[in-house]
């Protein structure tokens, strides 16, 4: 059995808690993130990833020269998750 984790659509935090049914009998998630605006989500991304816009945060804050934590701290994910993405990401430019 495979737990992949269940993250905020809102502000990527693994910190939810199940909560509870949707009227379509969809698991129901709750974020306990203190800063995040949003309470309660159903889980409705299947892929362990992240969602299109973090995924772009993380390149954009990249491109600008932040470092992995300072974009894990601002975009509220873990660094490993940014190691992740960036290694993802094609290279535009060869050689390093
Ligand atoms: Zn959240």
Known sequence: MVL???LCPSCGSEDVVKHGQS???KQRYKCRHLECS????IRQYAYRGYLPEVKQQI???ATNGSGIRDTARVLRISPTTVIEQLKKKPKTESGE
């Open 23 to 25: 009227e379509e009998g």
């Open 59 to 61: 390149a954009d804050m």
């Open 4 to 6: 992949e984790p269940i």
């Open 38 to 41: 949003r309470r309660t989500f």
